[in-house]
């Protein structure tokens, strides 16, 4: 009898053992799913638009800084010097500040390649930049008026006609030629790019 009684605490104290091992098991599997869940791994080279005061850790600003091919080798065999650099100790970042991207390629009026500035944040007006137009002024004209002598002795000139040339008249010049902003509405945020990473393999 004393031996079953025995036997019977024995398994619930093996069961209770077992749901204790089972319980903290499950809570560090779970514990252990959640960073893997919630991070990733970006490709080296991929650029990310972040609204913080500085970069990741693995990530650097893209703003053109140089950087060591040797301490950066496979982000250099990514970019190679498409955005500056000497190309054997060093290369540049794509220099995001105060610009945005756009993708390459042939549009109606240009070809846009790999690692293209161009653009500007002002334009001045010319001549050229306006339509064809012309700028009308107005005349006025003095009604021919008739003239009496009075009688005296001697001779008298009398002008039977004058006549009037029409002139040339230019119109006043107007504005100061100042540049004018052609910036959309903006709000400033940070460009950082992937030194660290998964290896992007080509298709």
Do not use: W
Request: glycine share 10%; aromatic share 6%; hydrophobic share 40%.
């Amino acid at each position: 009898m004393n031996l079953v009684t025995n036997l019977r605490k024995a398994a619930t104290i093996l069961l209770s053992l077992v749901a204790s091992i089972v319980l903290v098991l499950g809570f560090a599997i779970v514990s252990d799913s959640t960073p893997a869940i919630a991070g990733y791994d970006p490709f080296i080279g991929e650029i990310e638009l972040l609204p913080y005061s500085y970069c990741p850790e693995g990530f650097l600003e893209a703003n053109g800084q140089t950087l060591q091919i040797s301490q950066n080798q496979a982000l250099f065999s990514l970019l190679g010097t498409t955005f500056g650099g000497n190309g054997t100790t060093t290369f540049n970042l794509p220099d995001l500040s105060g610009r945005f991207p756009m993708g390459i390629g042939r549009t109606a009026d240009r070809n846009i390649v790999l690692g293209q500035q161009a653009g500007s944040a002002t334009v001045t007006l010319n001549v050229n930049s306006l339509p064809a137009h012309n700028h009308g002024y107005a005349t006025s004209t003095v009604a021919a008026a008739n003239a009496t002598a009075e009688a005296g002795s001697g001779t008298v000139t009398v002008v039977k006609s004058i006549t009037a040339n029409a002139g040339n008249a230019t119109t006043a010049n107007t504005g100061s030629g100042q540049p004018v902003s052609i910036i959309p509405p903006y709000v400033g945020m940070r460009y950082c790019i992937a030194t660290q990473g998964i290896y992007p393999s080509r298709p």
